[in-house]
Structures are given as structure tokens and as C-alpha cells.
């Protein structure tokens, strides 16, 4: 797990001019820098990257725009967040989505989704299952989530939600499998809707579990990655997403 040093580099240290004859210590240009990237690293999840001023001196509506920062990734659970493009074109489908279904939203493994959905609209009920319990700091919007332990979940999820978004951690049928089987125990009966963010590999496993089809929009992560994403849905979402793929 990559973690974050609690305190500044050592080149920070080494930068700091106690010989100085001023009363405060001086950081040289590289010194401070470093210093800023490091404080940029303590920024938790939904905290925007602008300042004080900029948070409130914005507009109303102006929070969308605002880029929402996560813990760090940790390769070794296969987590990979959403760019900023992405996350936001997601999260507003799902507000379209949960305005027009009367729904909750379960966020199935996508974190960097939940965090945008709660950015956009704070009082958004929006549920997050998750394996990785550095998000046990959303409360009551944290479930713990094991895709090996696909239905063991409260009892109060099951057919509870309308929009179910889920992105499985590993490239693999097994996992799709499973990650199957909890948005089949999530989603209501009738009338929800499912979206899947996956790798291309995946497209006709999906279909066969999920009955879902390829969207023109292709989703991007931060870190760039070797695998091709695709978005998939169980509704046509005609213009929008990029529209249903025709030839895929």
C-alpha cells in the first residue's frame, strides 16, 4: 500500500536555512515545492483542490466543477481512480438517473464515483460498498464489501436500489461473476437501471450476466492503464454516454 510519509521529505529539512540570521526559517523555490506536493498528499476524499477563499467565495452550482481528490490508490486491491472527465460525466448520469427512478444509488466498488455524487449534491443518498476500510470515514455510507462474499450484505440492501454503478477490482469472470450476483441482490426487480465500468475483455460475459451493452464513452483513469475501459449499460441511453455502441 503506497502510503503518505506524516512528516515532509528530508530534502524539505535539508532546504530549511537555520544558519539564517532572519528570526524565521527561509525554504529555498525547490524546498517549497516539495512542500506543497506533500501537502497536496494529506488531502482526503471529497476535500476540493482550491482554497478557502476559492470554496466560498465560488457560486452556487460551482462545486461540480471543482476537482475531488481521493486517498492515494493501492495497486495491490486493484484500485484505480476514475480522471476528473469521467467521474463527473458518471456521476451525472446517476443524478439524472436517481431524479428520474425516485432511487438510491449503490456504488459498488467506486469509490472515486461516490465521492463525485456527494460533491454534486451533499444530501444525495448514495451508498458505497467497498473491501478497503480507509473509507469507513463516509459513516453509514460505507458498507464493507468482499466480491468473494457477493450476497453477504444487510439484509435492508437487498432490491433496494434503482441505480446500481459497480466496478469489478479484477479482470476476470469469476469476479464479474460474483460482482453479478451482488447488483442482481442490490437492484430492484423492475425497473433499475446498471451501469458497469470493466475492461473491454469483459463485454461478452457482460452481456451474458448482466444483459448490458457497450457505451460510446470510454472511461479514463488518472494512471494510465494497459487495458482498454468500457462503460456498459442495461438501458439505451441514447445521446447521452455516447449513445449504445451499434457495432460492438
Sequence with gaps: MAE?????????AAEVGED?????????ARALEALKE???GQQLS??????????????AGSGAAEEVRLVSEDWGLSQFWYDRETAETVAAEVVRLCAAAGSLVAC??????YAYLKKKDPSMSAQLLEYDRR??????????????????????????????VADPPYLSKECLEKVAQTISFLARPQESYILLLTGE???????????????????????????????FTNYNPKERLGGWQQDA
Excluded: W
Design 20 to 28: 539564517d540570521d532572519d528570526d524565521a526559517p527561509k525554504l529555498s
Design 108 to 113: 459498488v466498488a467506486c469509490p472515486t464515483l
Design 135 to 164: 473509507f469507513e470515514r463516509y459513516g453509514g455510507d460505507f458498507v464493507f464489501y468482499d466480491y468473494n462474499q457477493p450476497g453477504d450484505l444487510p439484509s435492508k440492501m437487498h432490491h433496494a436500489y434503482g441505480v446500481v
Design 46 to 59: 471529497g476535500v476540493p483542490t482550491g482554497g478557502e477563499d476559492e470554496e466560498e467565495g465560488a457560486g
Design 201 to 231: 475483455v469483459q463485454m461478452d460475459i457482460a452481456a451474458e450476466l448482466l444483459d448490458v451493452h457497450p457505451c460510446g464513452f470510454r472511461p479514463q483513469h488518472t494512471s494510465k492503464l494497459g487495458n482498454e475501459f468500457r462503460l
Design 38 to 40: 506533500f501537502l497536496a
Design 4 to 12: 503518505v510519509d506524516e512528516k515532509p521529505t528530508a530534502a524539505v
